[in-house]
């Protein structure tokens, strides 16, 4: 198992388990037609370990989480092994905190059309943002994607919480269809 997390903020993403993180830390250039980010790998042995990680890289964020447009993508890889070469498997689970959806986010909004031209079996827009540059292989393939949006009860909070339940009701109307090599 590996883990990364990385934050984008303010269009730029950071690698929050490098050293260097923070407001004036590690930039990382994402290369186009490739997987790697250039970002750093942690490889935890336990769940204390990881949990640690996750710790670690709350205070490194740049942004407060509640900032609208600071999201944060943790991601653990995994390889499983079995005795026979031809049933190893590989993946990832990508969890991706979108701190402030319920806010007007140009990356959102791009999120959004990429989903919602999945579901319609449409041509996809180039992908202009960070955001779904760095979610591309959780959007197609055989990769399974769920939405889950915290809204809060409170009557102070409605028009964010009344955004944000749009938002998910958009990118949750249909299920996505195995696409292959969606992204180039």
Same mark, same amino acid.
């Given at each position: 198992?590996?883990v990364?997390?990385? *934050?984008?903020s303010k269009?730029e993403?950071r690698d #929050? !388990?490098d050293t $260097?993180?923070?407001p004036?830390?590690?930039l990382?250039e %994402?290369r186009?037609? =490739?997987k790697?980010?250039g970002n750093?790998?942690a490889?935890? +042995?336990?769940? +204390?370990?990881?949990?640690?990680?996750?710790?670690?890289?709350?205070r490194?964020r740049c942004?407060?989480?509640t900032? @609208?447009n600071s999201?944060?993508?943790f991601t653990?890889h995994?390889?499983?092994? =079995?005795d026979? *070469?031809? @049933? &190893?498997?590989?993946?990832c !689970?990508r969890?991706?905190d979108?701190?402030g959806?319920?806010? *007007? &986010?140009?990356s !959102?909004h791009v %999120?959004? &059309?990429?989903?919602m031209n999945l579901q319609a079996k449409?041509?996809?827009p180039? #992908?202009? @943002?960070? %955001?779904?540059?760095?979610l591309?292989d959780s959007?197609? *393939? +055989?990769?399974?994607t769920?939405?889950?949006?915290?809204? =809060?009860?409170h009557?102070d909070?409605?028009?964010e919480t009344?955004?944000s339940? $749009?938002?998910a009701?958009?990118v949750?109307?249909?299920e996505?269809q =195995?696409h $292959?090599?969606?992204?180039?």
């Open positions: 198992i590996k990364e997390l990385l *934050e984008i269009h993403v #929050l !388990l $260097r993180s923070g004036d830390g590690q990382i %994402l186009v037609n =490739s790697t980010t750093i790998l490889s935890p +042995d336990d769940q +204390d370990q990881v949990a640690k990680i996750l710790e670690l890289a709350q490194r942004m407060k989480a900032e @609208s999201h944060l993508l653990i995994f390889e499983v092994n =079995s026979s *070469e031809s @049933s &190893n498997r590989k993946g !689970l969890i991706v979108l701190a959806s319920e806010h *007007e &986010n140009p !959102l %999120l959004e &059309n990429v989903i449409k041509k996809l180039k #992908l202009k @943002s960070r %955001l779904t540059y760095l591309r959007l197609g *393939e +055989d990769s399974k769920l939405a889950i949006v915290c809204c =809060s009860p009557v909070h409605y028009l009344l955004k339940m $749009r938002f009701y958009s949750c109307r249909g996505l =195995s $292959r090599k969606v992204f180039a």
